[in-house]
C-alpha cells in the first residue's frame, strides 16, 4: 500500500483514532484523503491503545489539544466515563464512536447509527417499516436497535446468549416508542416454530456481530420465512462477502455491507470536527 502523504508543519491539527486493533481501520485513508482534497491542513493517525490505557488516551486528547478522535473496537463503552459530555445519540447507544475536543471540553457522539439511517435509505429501505431483525446484543447492535427505533414498527433482537437480548430488548423498551423483543439466535434458525414470527414480515435484518469477519461459518438462519425484498445488511465491510451474506445472496435476497455505514459516519464525525 502506497504511504499516505501529509505535510505536517506548525499550523497542522491532528485527529485520529484510538481501538486495539486499528491496523485494519479504513479510517485513515479516508480522512486524509478527504482533508487533502479540500486543503485542509489536518492529519489523521492512528493510535494503538491497549483497554488498560484507555482513560490515559483520552486525557491525552485534551492534553495535547488534539482536535478529536474517533473510538473503535473495543473501547466504544470504554470512554463514556472519561468524557465531560455526551451528546443524545451517545447516550441511547451508550457508546461512543467520535469525541470532538471543544476548548478542552470532551464530547462523546456516536455517529455509527445516523449513519447506518443515511446509508439505509440509500440502499432504498423505506421510512417505515413493520419489521427490522438485529443480530447480537452489544455496542454495535445497540446502534442498529437506536437507528431501527427510527423508522421500523417492531424490532427483534437475537443474540446466542438469550438473557443478553433480552437486557438489550428492556432498555431499548426504555427509550424508544416502537415495541422490541429479544430472543435466542437459535429461534431464527429453520425448522424452529417460531422463526417465522421473528423473520416473517422482515424489511431488513442486520449482523451486528463479529461472526465471519474471518470468513468462519454463520449461524443457521430461515431465510426463506422473510420476504423477497428484505435486505440483508452486514456491518462488517470485508472486501470478500461475508458468510451471512452469501447465504443471503444464495436465497436471492439482496444483500449489502457496512462500507457504506463506514461511509457515513466518517463524514458526520468529519463535519463534527471541522465544520464542513
Given amino acids: 500500500m502506497a504511504a499516505i502523504q501529509v505535510p505536517i508543519d506548525g499550523a497542522t491539527r491532528i485527529v485520529g483514532i484510538i481501538g486495539d486493533p486499528v491496523e485494519h481501520s479504513r479510517s485513515p485513508a479516508m480522512h486524509n484523503a478527504a482533508f487533502r482534497a479540500l486543503g485542509i491542513p489536518w492529519a489523521y493517525i492512528p493510535f494503538p491503545v491497549y483497554g488498560r490505557n484507555v482513560g490515559a488516551a483520552v486525557r491525552g486528547v485534551r492534553a495535547l489539544g488534539i482536535t478529536g478522535i ?17 451528546t443524545e445519540t451517545a447516550r441511547a447507544c451508550r457508546a461512543v464512536n467520535t469525541i470532538i475536543n471543544r476548548r478542552g471540553t ?18 432504498g429501505l423505506s421510512e417505515k417499516v413493520d419489521l427490522g431483525v438485529v443480530l447480537g446484543a452489544g455496542g454495535a447492535a ?27 430488548a428492556r432498555d431499548m423498551n426504555r427509550i424508544s416508542h416502537v415495541p ?8 431464527l434458525a429453520p425448522e424452529h416454530p417460531a422463526s417465522a414470527d421473528h423473520l416473517g414480515g422482515a424489511a431488513i435484518v442486520v449482523n451486528a456481530t463479529s461472526v465471519g469477519m474471518n470468513g468462519e461459518d454463520f449461524f443457521p438462519l430461515d431465510i426463506a420465512a422473510t420476504p423477497r425484498d428484505c435486505r440483508f445488511y452486514d456491518l462488517i465491510y ?7 451474506l452469501a447465504m443471503a445472496a444464495s436465497s436471492r435476497r439482496p444483500v449489502f455491507n457496512g462500507l457504506g455505514m463506514l461511509l457515513h459516519q466518517g463524514a458526520l464525525a468529519f463535519g463534527g470536527w471541522t465544520g464542513q
Avoid at 470532551?106 to 440502499?123: K, Y
Avoid at 417492531?154 to 443474540?159: D, E
Avoid at 423483543?181 to 429461534?187: A, F, I, R, Y
Avoid at 470485508?238 to 451471512?244: E, K, M, S
Fill in 238 to 244: 470485508t472486501a470478500n462477502r461475508t458468510p451471512f
Fill in 142 to 168: 445497540r446502534a442498529a436497535a437506536v437507528a431501527l427505533s427510527k423508522r421500523a414498527r417492531r424490532i427483534v433482537i437475537a443474540a446466542r446468549r438469550s438473557p443478553r437480548a433480552r437486557a438489550l
Fill in 106 to 123: 470532551l464530547v462523546g457522539d456516536n455517529t455509527d447509527a445516523p449513519g447506518l439511517t443515511r446509508d439505509w435509505s440509500e440502499i
Fill in 70 to 86: 474517533n473510538v473503535t473496537i473495543p473501547h466504544k463503552e470504554a470512554v463514556l466515563r472519561h468524557l465531560d459530555e455526551l
Fill in 180 to 187: 422490541v423483543t429479544g430472543v435466542q439466535l437459535s429461534e
